[in-house]
């Protein structure tokens, strides 16, 4: 999101919070409006145009799959609005200055009538639910998330999408399928599929369902929110703004704004990247580069937060937290228990505290080092595979892993002794501050992988950081 | 006890302190440009801050010109009493259009090791890349406070025409500042840049690049049409009133007792179609061969030390434009500028 775009939202978002009235459908319409307005140009005709369209479809077919509560009026109110809303906007193909909200011209309204009969066919031959159907979908959102992250299976997609719309082949690339925000509005969806197949999921309508997975705060960076807390917020009456939460919003938003495009824009001019990695000529600066990255990294994410927890609660959602000062924190565990909290919340719910369930009902139990050591490892990987499956991200995942175990194997190590030499204060703040710089580094050095696109590159980095040229 | 915060009241404060500052920052005047970050924490620069795409040869275009002195190398190299001071002011040719520092003229002297006065040579890039007499005359006149004990001052016909005198770095230095433009918010397109500077310094010294070297560029022009115009001159005529001739006395006035060489650079003189009608892509012959008759006039008149290069390169030691050098080319004309450099001892 550009600072216009952000500056732009932030004033329709306070004009309503002084209406006061309809937040539910302001929320529902704004949210659908922006994903298509955010939604960057793609080379392949119509797509930019389809692929928001595509999100609202799948999440309207994840909360039928998900909900007990059918089409009743007020659903069905919430279909003909999102419909209509795709339906105006694909009419701005026939008046270009009313052409706001979409990247490039809209196409034919014609083939959005045939999916909108496609669409409701499926809804109608799925109408009796069954278990099968969770898992379906699931299935189907790993599919998508992966032909996204993989650049090969993108590469294939581009080619056969411009294939189909009749475009040049030899054109294609990964980069034609940029589907904005969805990464986040899969794990909101995996969320909801995975809380229903455990029995946990609240009764949400359609609107809700909706408003919880693109929610335009939090849409294109996160924060994951879930969706029993958000709807808790969203079902709150809404009084308005008052003078504390609108100096409160408004700071948390002004630092987010700060964090972004004054430190974390300034920092991107000399952090690490591919062209400076090779041109850098010692060692000392090299160093600089890679901390200018850490610190670009940090302040560009939690500066989204600050942005999307202060819009939110301009219209009186309370978003969670996502950092806490994790470059503060003196071991790796901590440095994840603060960073991207609600990211590594969700692998913890979804992936890292069932596989261990599951190793632990075997009937033979891996001894513990071995089943902390695979989930630990399994998780970091999947983390990296979320960012984008390359073996740069693979290698992140695996720094972090073997981090994440070996400091949980060394804590059990060193925790008598540990604590049995720092009895004094001045002991534990040296052992503190150690941890914290030690733990940074070990950090800002994972990054280079992260910063990098080639394994070979970054390993040659790591070797002139350390003076081995 | 809970202190409560009155909202309203650290706003309207925010705000009055903001209104403040910028009042403060109208009349103090501040000259922010003397603060620098290189020359201490990073390496000067080698040639002026110029750059047409940032993130890529890690520099950029300002204005203000202490920023832009504060950040060579020149600024922060103290005179010794065995150097040889040697300043170079032109266009893009001496600052050098995709060459790299050491590839420059200047770069090419210093390595030469030359002596004059029984000192060593040191030669400093002030060139500029915008053709114009006036913008050489505003840097030769900065320059001057660093103690050059000579001048070399690279020019070619295009600096001459009075409708080229203008350019965004003449003006911007030239113009009388409205109190709005005084102010913080008002003059805030000099401190953002000013700070990127200072930022770009981390990558100067990191890697030695100060421009966006592409692999591939397109090559000088050398096929015309058959245009023998130039700019609002007449054939055969190259009227004087339309050329900044009083900017080349006013440099050597600036000059005053130092040595200054003003030097006609060297250009491609190229052999194809309607080469006979035009020297390259800048110049039809007739208006470059009437200009160098003038010069010679006008610096024996003057008694100004004249030195005309302009045929001492083949076409192929040129690169994207008629008067831009391969390093090859520089070196040529460092050797041929030698000479006149350790003969030039006062």
């Known amino acids: 999101m550009t600072i216009i775009q952000i500056l732009i939202i932030v004033f329709f978002t306070l004009l309503f919070s002084f209406i006061k009235r309809g937040r539910d459908l302001f929320l529902l319409i704004a949210s659908v409006l922006i994903i298509f307005w955010l939604q960057p140009a793609l080379p392949i005709r119509g797509f930019d145009f389809w692929i928001p369209t595509l999100t609202l479809i799948i999440t309207i077919f994840s909360w039928y799959i998900t909900t007990d509560n059918t089409f009743n009026?007020?659903?069905?109110?919430?279909?003909?609005?999102?419909?209509?809303?795709?339906?105006?906007?694909?009419?701005?193909?026939?008046?270009?200055?009313?052409?706001?909200?979409?990247?490039?011209?809209?196409?034919?309204?014609?083939?959005?009538?045939?999916?909108?009969?496609?669409?409701?066919?499926?809804?109608?031959?799925?109408?009796?639910?069954?278990?099968?159907?969770?898992?379906?979908?699931?299935?189907?959102?790993?599919?998508?998330?992966?032909?996204?992250?993989?650049?090969?299976?993108?590469?294939?997609?581009?080619?056969?999408?411009?294939?189909?719309?009749?475009?040049?082949?030899?054109?294609?690339?990964?980069?034609?399928?940029?589907?904005?925000?969805?990464?986040?509005?899969?794990?909101?969806?995996?969320?909801?599929?995975?809380?229903?197949?455990?029995?946990?999921?609240?009764?949400?309508?359609?609107?809700?369902?909706?408003?919880?997975?693109?929610?335009?705060?939090?849409?294109?960076?996160?924060?994951?929110?879930?969706?029993?807390?958000?709807?808790?917020?969203?079902?709150?009456?809404?009084?308005?703004?008052?003078?504390?939460?609108?100096?409160?919003?408004?700071?948390?938003?002004?630092?987010?704004?700060?964090?972004?495009?004054?430190?974390?824009?300034?920092?991107?001019?000399?952090?690490?990247?591919?062209?400076?990695?090779?041109?850098?000529?010692?060692?000392?600066?090299?160093?600089?580069?890679?901390?200018?990255?850490?610190?670009?990294?940090?302040?560009?994410?939690?500066?989204?937060?600050?942005?999307?927890?202060?819009?939110?609660?301009?219209?009186?959602?309370?978003?969670?937290?996502?950092?806490?000062?994790?470059?503060?924190?003196?071991?790796?565990?901590?440095?994840?228990?603060?960073?991207?909290?609600?990211?590594?919340?969700?692998?913890?719910?979804?992936?890292?505290?069932?596989?261990?369930?599951?190793?632990?009902?075997?009937?033979?139990?891996?001894?513990?080092?071995?089943?902390?050591?695979?989930?630990?490892?399994?998780?970091?990987?999947?983390?990296?595979?979320?960012?984008?499956?390359?073996?740069?991200?693979?290698?992140?995942?695996?720094?972090?892993?073997?981090?994440?175990?070996?400091?949980?194997?060394?804590?059990?190590?060193?925790?008598?002794?540990?604590?049995?030499?720092?009895?004094?204060?001045?002991?534990?703040?040296?052992?503190?501050?150690?941890?914290?710089?030690?733990?940074?580094?070990?950090?800002?050095?994972?990054?280079?992988?992260?910063?990098?696109?080639?394994?070979?590159?970054?390993?040659?980095?790591?070797?002139?950081?350390?003076?081995?040229? | 006890m809970k202190s409560e915060i009155n909202f309203t009241r650290v706003f309207i404060k925010g705000i009055f302190l903001f209104i403040i500052f910028n009042l403060v920052v109208a009349l103090w005047q501040p000259n922010i440009g003397k603060f620098s970050l290189y020359n201490s924490i990073f390496t000067g620069r080698e040639r002026l801050p110029f750059g047409e795409n940032p993130k890529q040869s890690y520099n950029l275009s300002l204005f203000d010109l202490d920023a832009m002195f504060t950040s060579h190398v020149i600024h922060g190299t103290e005179k010794t009493e065995y150097e040889f001071r040697v300043i170079v002011i032109g266009d893009s040719s001496v600052w050098g259009t995709l060459l790299k520092p050491e590839e420059t003229l200047t770069g090419q002297l210093n390595e030469m090791h030359l002596s004059a006065c029984g000192k060593n040579v040191t030669a400093y890039n002030l060139g500029y890349p915008t053709i114009s007499l006036t913008k050489d005359v505003m840097m030769l006149d900065y320059t001057m406070q660093y103690e050059p004990d000579l001048i070399l001052w690279m020019t070619t016909l295009d600096a001459f025409p009075i409708e080229k005198q203008s350019s965004p770095i003449v003006e911007e230095n030239q113009k009388q500042k409205t109190f709005w433009e005084k102010t913080f918010i008002g003059d805030r397109r000099a401190w953002a840049d000013l700070i990127r500077l200072q930022i770009y310094g981390v990558m100067w010294s990191a890697t030695g690049i100060d421009q966006f070297y592409p692999d591939n560029y397109e090559k000088a022009q050398t096929d015309f049409e058959p245009d023998e115009s130039y700019h609002n001159f007449v054939k055969p005529n190259l009227d004087k009133n339309l050329l900044a001739l009083n900017m080349l006395a006013e440099g050597f006035n600036i000059a005053g007792e130092i040595p200054l060489i003003l030097v006609n650079e060297p250009m491609l003189i190229s052999s194809g179609n309607n080469s006979d009608i035009r020297y390259n892509f800048f110049y039809p012959r007739w208006a470059y061969d009437e200009y160098r008759n003038m010069m010679n006039e006008i610096s024996e008149e003057n008694n100004w030390q004249y030195v005309d290069l302009w045929d001492i390169l083949p076409a192929n030691e040129f690169t994207n434009s008629a008067i831009h050098l391969t390093p090859a080319g520089e070196k040529i004309l460092a050797e041929s500028l030698a000479l006149y450099i350790e003969g030039s001892c006062q």
Not at chain 1, 227 to 252: H, M, V, W, Y
Not at chain 1, 429 to 443: A, C, E, K, R, Y
């Open chain 1, 73 to 469: 009026r007020k659903n069905i109110f919430t279909l003909v609005i999102i419909a209509s809303i795709i339906l105006l906007l694909n009419v701005t193909r026939y008046f270009s200055f009313a052409q706001i909200f979409t990247p490039s011209r809209p196409p034919q309204i014609e083939i959005t009538f045939i999916i909108f009969l496609i669409f409701g066919l499926v809804l109608f031959l799925l109408r009796k639910i069954s278990a099968s159907f969770l898992t379906f979908g699931l299935i189907l959102l790993l599919g998508i998330f992966l032909i996204l992250k993989i650049p090969a299976w993108t590469l294939w997609l581009s080619s056969s999408l411009r294939g189909f719309v009749g475009q040049s082949v030899e054109t294609a690339s990964a980069l034609d399928i940029r589907w904005l925000g969805f990464s986040y509005v899969a794990f909101r969806l995996i969320h909801t599929i995975r809380d229903k197949q455990a029995g946990r999921l609240p009764s949400v309508d359609l609107s809700e369902y909706i408003t919880y997975v693109i929610f335009f705060p939090a849409f294109t960076a996160g924060p994951i929110d879930k969706i029993e807390r958000f709807i808790k917020d969203l079902r709150q009456p809404f009084a308005g703004l008052n003078t504390e939460i609108f100096f409160n919003a408004s700071q948390r938003l002004i630092i987010g704004l700060f964090k972004k495009f004054v430190i974390a824009d300034t920092l991107a001019l000399i952090a690490l990247n591919d062209t400076n990695a090779t041109q850098v000529n010692s060692t000392f600066w090299l160093w600089i580069l890679v901390y200018a990255y850490a610190f670009q990294i940090y302040f560009d994410f939690s500066g989204y937060t600050d942005i999307a927890l202060g819009i939110a609660k301009f219209i009186g959602i309370n978003l969670p937290e996502n950092f806490a000062s994790p470059y503060l924190k003196p071991n790796l565990t901590q440095f994840w228990n603060n960073w991207h909290m609600t990211l590594t919340q969700w692998f913890r719910a979804y992936f890292f505290n069932p596989v261990t369930r599951w190793l632990r009902s075997w009937q033979k139990p891996l001894s513990m080092p071995m089943m902390i050591f695979l989930t630990q490892v399994a998780t970091m990987v999947l983390i990296g595979f979320w960012h984008g499956v390359t073996w740069n991200f693979t290698i992140w995942g695996l720094w972090h892993g073997l981090g994440l175990f070996i400091h949980n194997r060394w804590s059990d190590f060193t925790k008598a002794k540990a604590s049995e030499w720092a009895n004094t204060s001045t002991k534990q703040s040296i052992l503190n501050i150690s941890g914290i710089i030690f733990t940074f580094h070990f950090v800002a050095l994972g990054w280079i992988f992260f910063a990098l696109s080639s394994p070979v590159t970054s390993w040659n980095v790591i070797l002139k950081l350390f003076g081995v040229d």
